[in-house]
């Protein structure tokens, strides 16, 4: 179902967190679950992935993972605060200690001169604390950007898990 170098750093993601005793759960957006899907097609995560969050509209950013509704209205459910709020609520409602979120603009409408398409922001949670990330990967096509967006998100796992 996935690629190679997805499924290596999905593998990369899972050793590093078990060989911390880590458990991770993802909170998705524009990514709609790629990443707990990538995460879960590697036999044996089970004993890693606790849960997967597909918050997709603002309505699930708030009642899934607790994001403020006020904070989605100030600053728009594209930013850093929504992305940040998104993985601390994501620990939070599943009760692990490393995270990641994502929510962004895939395309191809819903940009705008502020929030491109290609615009999507991370947040990732672990034992190190929280970094929060924006990527501009340009119009790539719906699914170049979830694309683009799914490694960025191991990736972020796996600095997280080894931090």
Not at 20 to 49: F, N, W, Y
Not at 133 to 155: N, P, Y
Request: aromatic share 4%.
């Amino acid at each position: 179902m996935f690629d190679r170098d997805v499924v290596t750093r999905a593998e990369a993601v899972l050793a590093a967190a078990r060989a911390r005793g880590l458990t991770l759960a993802t909170a998705e957006s524009c990514t709609g679950g790629l990443v707990a899907a990538a995460l879960t097609a590697v036999a044996g995560s089970s004993d890693v992935v606790d849960r997967g969050f597909v918050t997709y509209s603002n309505a699930a950013k708030t009642a899934l993972v607790g994001v403020p509704a006020a904070l989605i209205d100030a600053h728009g459910a594209v930013s850093r605060e929504v992305a940040g709020a998104m993985a601390r609520g994501a620990a939070g409602a599943a009760g692990v200690p490393l995270t990641v979120a994502v929510t962004g603009v895939a395309g191809p409408g819903g940009g705008s001169v502020d929030k491109p398409v290609g615009l999507v922001w991370f947040a990732a949670q672990g034992p190190a604390g929280l970094i929060e990330v924006e990527r501009r990967f340009g119009d790539l096509g719906r699914d170049g950007v979830r694309r683009a967006a799914l490694l960025q998100a191991l990736d972020l796992l796996l600095d997280r898990a080894t931090a």
